[in-house]
């Protein structure tokens, strides 16, 4: 034996078994005049199981009390204990040890042998061992890739995930590299909080819109509400409306200023002096393009220019106006 004459390794506790063939026989078998007959009838059975029970007077004590209490209870203890330990669901078992705790203290007063230190940690071993099994179940009910995944989330490795959902290294590695792009991209959104960490709510969302992150990433990393996230979105796009109407009126004011003053605002003296320009233009441009390129090296007005490619002949009218 590797541990105590009560446990050894890779097997289950003697109190376990003991109480586990103790299930197969009456209160009646539990009596003072009987007990004794069922503890040898036990002891031989578990003698075989590797632990010395017939020879060990801590054991065979320890079988001897288990008897009596059974005697006393007027009930196995397995069948109490089965149905605790079967009562458990991923959803209840808030941590192992307190999971543990709430069954020795539902079943100590009846089994007081249950509070020894040696069987509490027995109790917790069950309850982690009944947890994985349900983490198991829940896995294959999933199936596919959710169910893979779920084993991810609960810290299965490789091999025994494979083991489990029956796939292959390759549908394993599929899905694994999904995880990582997401739990890369959760880190992302993590250090770009941190970076506007100063900043309010507002300022943080819209940090984070920015750079691409997905609403729902937003609200799961960022603990956000969704109608904070709507919030910032609508006043993002205002404040976006606001900077285009901006550059709209910018652009309109830098090509008006380009295209020089209309023909009305020019006044008399600089039209005459656009339109003598513009005919030594005329006299030395061979073609529309280098007219148009002169005239802007000249910064002649655009209006002036149009007439000058398309109404030449229009110059005069225009001159004698100027002229008065």
């Given at each position: 034996?590797?541990?105590?004459?009560?446990?050894?390794?890779?097997?289950?506790?003697?109190?376990?078994?003991?109480?586990?063939?103790?299930?197969?026989?009456?209160?009646?078998?539990?009596?003072?005049?009987?007990?004794?007959?069922?503890?040898?009838?036990?002891?031989?059975?578990?003698?075989?199981?590797?632990?010395?029970?017939?020879?060990?007077?801590?054991?065979?004590?320890?079988?001897?009390?288990?008897?009596?209490?059974?005697?006393?209870?007027?009930?196995?203890?397995?069948?109490?204990?089965?149905?605790?330990?079967?009562?458990?669901?991923?959803?209840?078992?808030?941590?192992?040890?307190?999971?543990a705790?709430?069954?020795?203290?539902?079943?100590?007063g009846?089994?007081?042998?249950?509070?020894?230190?040696?069987?509490?940690?027995?109790?917790?071993?069950?309850?982690?061992?009944?947890?994985?099994?349900?983490?198991?179940?829940?896995?294959?009910?999933?199936?596919?890739?959710?169910?893979?995944?779920?084993?991810?989330?609960?810290?299965?490795?490789?091999?025994?995930?494979?083991?489990?959902?029956?796939?292959?290294?390759?549908?394993?590695?599929?899905?694994?590299?999904?995880?990582?792009?997401?739990?890369?991209?959760?880190?992302?959104?993590?250090?770009?909080?941190?970076?506007?960490?100063?900043?309010?709510?507002?300022?943080?969302?819209?940090?984070?819109?920015n750079?691409?992150?997905?609403?729902?990433?937003?609200?799961?990393?960022?603990?956000?509400?969704?109608?904070?996230?709507?919030?910032a979105?609508?006043?993002?796009?205002?404040?976006?409306?606001?900077?285009?109407?901006?550059?709209?009126?910018?652009?309109?004011?830098?090509a008006?200023?380009?295209?020089?003053?209309?023909?009305?605002e020019?006044?008399?003296?600089?039209?005459?002096?656009?339109?003598?320009?513009?005919?030594?233009?005329l006299?030395?441009?061979?073609?529309?393009?280098?007219?148009?390129?002169?005239?802007?090296?000249?910064?002649?007005?655009k209006?002036?220019?149009?007439?000058?490619?398309?109404?030449?002949?229009?110059?005069?009218?225009?001159?004698?106006?100027?002229?008065?």
């Open positions: 034996m590797t541990m105590s004459e009560n446990h050894i390794q890779g097997k289950e506790p003697l109190w376990l078994l003991i109480e586990k063939e103790l299930k197969n026989y009456q209160v009646s078998d539990c009596s003072d005049t009987t007990k004794f007959a069922t503890a040898e009838k036990v002891a031989a059975s578990l003698d075989s199981s590797g632990y010395n029970v017939s020879k060990s007077a801590g054991n065979w004590m320890q079988l001897v009390a288990a008897i009596t209490a059974s005697g006393s209870v007027g009930r196995p203890f397995i069948g109490d204990f089965d149905k605790a330990v079967g009562a458990l669901t991923l959803d209840n078992i808030k941590s192992i040890n307190s999971s705790w709430d069954i020795i203290n539902s079943l100590g009846d089994w007081p042998f249950l509070l020894d230190s040696v069987n509490r940690d027995d109790v917790k071993d069950i309850v982690r061992d009944k947890r994985v099994a349900l983490v198991i179940d829940r896995a294959k009910e999933l199936g596919g890739e959710k169910g893979i995944r779920f084993l991810l989330t609960e810290g299965f490795d490789q091999k025994k995930i494979v083991e489990i959902m029956g796939i292959s290294d390759d549908e394993f590695g599929a899905v694994k590299a999904k995880v990582d792009a997401e739990l890369a991209e959760i880190q992302r959104i993590k250090d770009l909080l941190a970076s506007v960490a100063d900043k309010d709510d507002q300022e943080r969302i819209k940090h984070l819109l750079e691409n992150a997905a609403d729902e990433l937003i609200v799961e990393v960022g603990g956000f509400d969704q109608s904070a996230v709507d919030t979105k609508s006043a993002m796009e205002a404040e976006l409306a606001e900077k285009k109407r901006l550059e709209e009126e910018e652009a309109a004011r830098k008006k200023e380009a295209a020089g003053p209309s023909l009305d020019i006044d008399d003296d600089e039209m005459l002096e656009y339109i003598e320009n513009i005919r030594e233009i006299d030395f441009a061979g073609n529309e393009k280098e007219i148009r390129v002169m005239c802007e090296q000249s910064s002649i007005p209006a002036l220019v149009e007439i000058a490619v398309s109404e030449p002949d229009k110059l005069d009218e225009l001159e004698a106006k100027a002229e008065g």
